[in-house]
Nanobody, 123 residues
Framework: QVQLAESGGGSVQAGGSLRLSCVASGGRVYSSSVMGWFRQVPGKEREFVALIRWHSGSILYADSVKGRFTISKDNTQNTVWLHMDALKPEDTAVYSC???????????????WGQGTQVTVAS
């Protein structure tokens, strides 16, 4: 069974950059899959950040991160990255990658999740 594992979180100053990685292991990521990044802060609902379609590479971003974050993938490495630039304190959250089969910003459309990685942006 495919498992997702995120890495790359940490603490940065506002304006800094981080790159998150999500590695899918233990099986094949089917071409029909959609890989998404979501974030969540305590007491709030999980928020869509970005997604990429595994086969075509079609991409969608949340308006709040458009122009600052870049999602990319390498099918041969079963890896999805989220490169985050110009980070703001409001980007502070636990970031999780997820695998689904629908081109959707709704977290309920995703059936597999990683454990998440903390990103903290200091002002």
């Amino acid at each position: 069974q495919v498992q997702l594992a995120e890495s790359g979180g940490g603490s940065v100053q506002a304006g800094g950059s981080l790159r998150l990685s999500c590695v899918a292991s233990g099986g094949r990521v089917y071409s029909s899959s959609v890989m998404g990044w979501f974030r969540q802060v305590p007491g709030k609902e999980r928020e869509f950040v970005a997604l990429i379609r595994w086969h075509s590479g079609s991409i969608l971003y949340a308006d709040s991160v458009k122009g600052r974050f870049t999602i990319s993938k390498d099918n041969t490495q079963n890896t999805v990255w989220l490169h985050m630039d110009a980070l703001k304190p409001e980007d502070t959250a636990v970031y999780s990658c997820a695998r689904g089969s629908q081109y959707s910003t709704n977290p309920q459309s995703y059936y597999q999740w990683g454990q998440g990685t903390q990103v903290t942006v200091a002002s």
